[in-house]
């Protein structure tokens, strides 16, 4: 079964770092593209970074280019989201989704990692 799991969510003092992980199971990650998300309370979920299946091509949301890095490792079957320099606005439960490219519907979602920018 489709499997999606986030983890290394946390507190962080703003300009500080944290590295996320989206660890995939139930399917073979280098077929598919992994895009994280962001949904901050009130707001509406936003897509923020995304990594491509064929060439690892990558894509980033304006407001976090510069500051994010997103990287696969297929043998791992598992995509991090490097986020440094981070905001009190990056405040928000990140989530990993998988589609079969990034600007395409995304069909499996995990649960989502808490992500808190706080002096």
Known sequence: QVQLV?????????GGSLRLSCAASGFTLD????????????K????VSCISSSDGSTYYADSVKGRFTISRDNAKNTVYLQMNSL?????????????????????????GTQVTVSS
Do not use: M
């Open 44 to 47: 509406e979920r936003e897509g």
């Open 87 to 111: 905001k009190f606005e990056d405040t928000a439960v990140y989530f990993c989704a998988r589609s079969k490219y990034c600007r395409y519907d995304y069909d499996y979602w995990g649960q």
């Open 6 to 14: 986030e983890s290394g969510g946390g507190l962080v003092q703003p």
């Open 31 to 42: 077929y598919y593209a992994i895009g994280w998300f962001r949904q901050a309370p009130g």
